[in-house]
């Protein structure tokens, strides 16, 4: 028996998903069949969406959960006469949160992910070109970026790069380090006069191997022995030139972008 | 005077902090001053969060709100003694979540952004390296797009692409409207081919000009009758062809991705 689980809301549901998602993995024995519902901004909607919980009461035999943020109480509230347990994440904090604040609210449709602002929109498109043309050691003019990611091939620099200028309006490029860096003792000269900006990453030789495989199979590039030379020769050159790594083996572009930017302190408001 | 707001969590706190900012926006009146602390996972490191809030609350000269996701209730429960005024977002709803599934929660510090799906992660990887190969029209081969966007250049259709990539998974391309295509009546027969997976993208001209004027000023491709030629002409051949148009003046890519995403039927979870 899988209990269907519904995230609605009037905006992208984004919010309602990632937060319903974080606390679904808290029962980690349980399978949930998950549907978000984004745009449900009409009574309409909100009706159908019903039908939808309803249908799924019918076919689970089990009532299902539902994370609901719509703004709008009147639409909202629609979801109430179904037969889903509704988690009202809007209504459960803005109440407490009148009363400390000395304010009423005034509903606000589909912010958390609107454009807000304007200069923060910009600024996050400005700083995803500036990854786009400063990926992967196209150039070595790198006096404008905030962070410089280095490491081997397909550890993960370019993901993280793009989600730190998708979401936090930081410019970042990256290098990767090749086999002729690798045999020399120093990093260049172009990424050592910006040396506060480097951090490096790492990743398991094994997975490495597993990435590389799916580009190249059966390549010198893919094989155990070369991933494994790399790994090492570049940890060992970062460490030589005190450069802090981090390892993305076990970690999502989330994290490790969130982990670096506490660490370079760039600490940014998400957008 | 201004409140402080504190995100709070041991993961990246990315969750509390997206959520948190929405219903701060519910009261547009007021202005806050938001911090975020991600990773704060030891009994340590709660205290010097707390510290933080007592100063805050010291400096302000008013109680600050605390938005707190972390996990580990001893840990979280640290907060609780200060002089913020916390919302437990986990507590709150994981009581009744208890009840309705009929099962204790196991603490799982950290996933909501955590690397839950390895093949999930692979996915998304492949997706970012994907639309980065098929970015701006570079390529004619578009088989293995889900999604191909549409429309003149600085139309937001590179930030779309990679958001959908990271996000989704989802393998989108994107061409951009020459003037060359805006004089002929029809779209290329290699986008032809795939009406199905086509969206058009369009722009306010004054904003498109506004954004162009950044990249090159004073330029012919920078001025509002190029801007206009552009994209009224792009919105007439993509009507002509039968592609749907969203406008991005003013709306996010997270909620334009999302709406593509639904009128494609490309509903994936998220991440």
């Given at each position: 028996m899988n209990r269907s689980v519904f995230f609605i809301?009037?905006?992208?549901?984004i919010t309602a998903e990632t937060f319903g998602h974080s606390l679904l993995t808290q029962f980690p024995e349980m399978e949930f069949r998950q549907i978000r519902l984004p745009f449900v901004d009409s009574p309409e909607k909100a009706e159908d969406a019903l039908a939808m919980i309803n249908r799924a009461a019918e076919e689970d035999g089990v009532e299902p959960l539902v994370f609901n943020t719509i703004v709008d109480r009147d639409v909202g509230s629609?979801?109430?006469?179904?037969?889903g347990h509704v988690m009202d994440m809007f209504g459960t904090f803005l109440d407490p949160m009148e009363k400390i604040l000395g304010s009423k609210s005034s509903p606000q449709v589909?912010?958390?992910?609107?454009?807000?602002d304007k200069d923060s929109y910009e600024d996050r498109m400005e700083a995803t070109n500036y990854a786009l043309t400063h990926d992967?050691?196209?150039?070595?003019?790198?006096?404008?970026?905030e962070v410089i990611l280095v490491g081997v091939?397909?550890?993960?620099?370019t993901p993280t790069c793009l989600y730190m200028a998708l979401h936090f309006g930081v410019k970042a490029a990256n290098y990767p380090l090749t086999d002729e860096d690798l045999e020399k003792p120093r990093l260049p000269n172009f990424l050592r006069k910006h040396r506060k900006k480097l951090y490096g990453l790492t990743i398991d030789f094994n997975r490495l191997s597993a990435i590389r495989e799916i580009r190249r199979p059966g390549s010198k590039y893919a094989s155990l022995r070369q991933c494994r030379f790399e790994v090492e020769s570049a940890e060992a050159l970062l460490r030589a030139e005190g450069v802090a790594i981090l390892s993305?083996?076990?970690?999502?572009v989330e994290e490790i972008a969130s982990r670096i930017l506490v660490e370079l302190g760039l600490q940014r408001e998400l957008f």
């Open positions: 809301s009037d905006g992208t549901a629609i979801l109430d006469r179904g037969r589909g912010q958390a992910h609107g454009m807000r992967d050691g196209v150039t070595q003019r790198l006096d404008d970026a091939s397909r550890s993960g620099k993305t083996t076990h970690a999502s």
